[in-house]
């Protein structure tokens, strides 16, 4: 290679930082020192100042130790999330893995039930979702707990779910009390992952998609069943989208506006102003999700197969 | 899910060919029964709520009225118009869900081309930046952006931009806003997935870098953008994380839907059907939205094709 052709090959790769600019000017001015900011907040007790900004007192660790050691209410949320995150994780991605293989097939009204299945993508998230299951506007407005379970059996005699509970209480009187509440808790949950599967359905959809059809076929000729090259092709080419969905899965929990650990890592901030103890808060969580992620990453990353190389 | 094969069949003694034709019937059903169960796990609660919509006060508190009204009565459905003002809201709304959906639009396509096309120094590592940029939960930031924008530094001036549209300008044009971090994603596979040779030949006809981006490429990923914009309208017209921060008092859908439960008072009865039918009035433009743009959307879906 000529070092001109070199050279104009660098050049041609260096007007990629043209397209990125923007990118890095918002990590560089915004997110790296919003997250070094928060981080410094978590060591301080901070409080408004009214010139602008905040002022701060060193605290050591002291509000770590008050979240894990002394607040009750944070440290059984905080170990639900970390829990819920776990569990749901692997659920999510095998559903949405089956659903998005369901979905590739070929069947008459298919474009409907795709159609059907990403309606909660569109329509069911930030308030919505938060309606849906919980009483936010009650908390939101300090109505009280008491109110908002009166409002929730009339939203459930309006909704028409009044006839289960008659039915479980029936069933529990029967003695099968266990039993009845594992079916409830595993279509809650059922209910939950559909809700909350449907941009890993599509991600999936996607890669099945990019399976080339060229490799069925080979596979077909040396007489390959259809559930052999399932094994053999669809789950290796798809794998490295596996690790995006785990990202992804993990990110959602995140942001899902019905986490009772972000309700009180909100109020704690906003209507209690403890901003530096929000803080800490925020970044235990953080922290303690980012190694979950890195394991499940790291376990992900060794089932997966990369085409290229 | 194995995909048995007819064409096969067909070579194959009879008696091998009715077992696949009953094992294809046997698979159909099996399919059909867990597809339709599900899709029927997602429309019952929207099909509850349309029908309970139209309970008169006296339906609610009936017991023996379920899912069909005895009495049609559009009584609620009027309170909620009124109480959430919505003409105000919805015009709020998707002034502010619109831009903002564009910017993000234009701003995660420009850096998804950057990402997919060209090896430059430190891409990995930017990426990886970008992806993080996501992994983290908003109640992180929340605060150091609240503030960043409380008191704006513009030229040594401090301007109070909250409650404005602008933290959501600047944080989409540089890719940090909603859920921004999968669109550059999606743009980036997208692009990935477009044979080099088209660039190449636009180059050898002399269009420069921006020509060949906005002439060549963007207009071959209209379908992927017109997914992307889909799902970061609907994503923040109905968001409360960066919102409840940046547009805690603007007339927004979301915040009056919110307000709308202060408005009716202690009727518990009907300020659950309230809360119904401001969801679905919260809903209805991007149900409607979703009905037109759905097939676009998946194909747009499948053409972020994954290539790898």
Known sequence: ?309 | MSESDMTEAKKNPLSQTLLKKTGRALYLALLYTIVIGLAFLILYPYLVKIATSFMSLDDLSDPTVRFIPKNISFYFWQRAAKGMNILTSFGTSLYIAGITALLQVMSCAFAGYGFARFKFVGRNLLFFLVIFTMLVPFTTIMLPYYLKFRYFNVLFTKLNLINTIWPNVVLSVTGLGLKNGLYIYMMRQFFRSMPSELEEAAYIDGAGLFGTYFRIMLPNAFVTMNTVFLLAFCWQWTDTTYASVFFSTKPTVVNALKNIVLVVGQDLAAVSSLRNIGTLIVMAPLALLYAFVQRSFIQGIERSGIAN
């Not at chain 1, 795709?114 to 506007?137: M, Q, S």
């Not at chain 1, 909350?196 to 080339?212: E, K, R, T």
């Open chain 1, 1 to 309: 290679m000529t070092s001109k052709l070199r050279l104009a090959r660098f050049r041609k790769n260096s007007a990629g930082y043209i397209f990125v600019l923007p990118v890095i000017i918002g990590i560089v001015f915004f997110f790296a020192p919003a997250m070094v900011q928060s981080l410094v907040y978590s060591f301080h007790e901070v409080s408004p100042n009214p010139a602008g900004g905040v002022t701060m007192s060193y605290l050591g660790f002291a509000n770590f130790n008050r979240a894990l050691n002394v607040d009750v209410a944070f440290k059984y949320r905080f170990i639900t999330a970390l829990t819920n995150l776990v569990a749901d994780v692997p659920v999510i991605l095998i559903f949405s893995f089956i659903m998005a293989n369901a979905l590739n097939q070929k069947f008459k009204g298919r474009w409907l039930f795709r159609a059907i299945f990403f309606i909660p993508v569109i329509i069911g998230t930030g308030i919505i979702a938060k309606i849906e299951t919980d009483d936010y506007l009650f908390g939101a407005y300090g109505i009280g707990a008491s109110a908002s379970t009166a409002a929730n059996a009339a939203s459930s005699m309006a909704g028409g779910t009044l006839n289960v509970q008659s039915m479980i209480g029936f069933l529990r009187a029967l003695g099968l009390g266990r039993f009845i509440d594992y079916i409830i808790t595993a279509i809650d949950r059922l209910y939950y992952v559909v809700n909350n599967s449907g941009v890993q359905i599509v991600i999936f959809l996607s890669a099945l998609q990019g399976v080339p059809q060229s490799l069925y076929e080979a596979s077909r000729v040396e007489g390959c069943s259809g559930w052999e090259s399932f094994w053999k092709i669809t789950l290796p080419l798809v794998s490295p989208i596996l690790l995006v969905n785990t990202i992804y899965t993990i990110v959602n929990f995140f942001l899902d506006p019905k986490s009772e650990l972000t309700a009180i890592i909100q109020d704690t901030t906003f209507l209690r102003g403890l901003y530096g103890y929000g803080a800490a808060m925020t970044w235990l969580f953080f922290a303690s999700a980012g190694a979950i992620l890195a394991v499940i990453c790291f376990l992900v990353s060794r089932m997966v197969f990369y085409y290229d190389d």
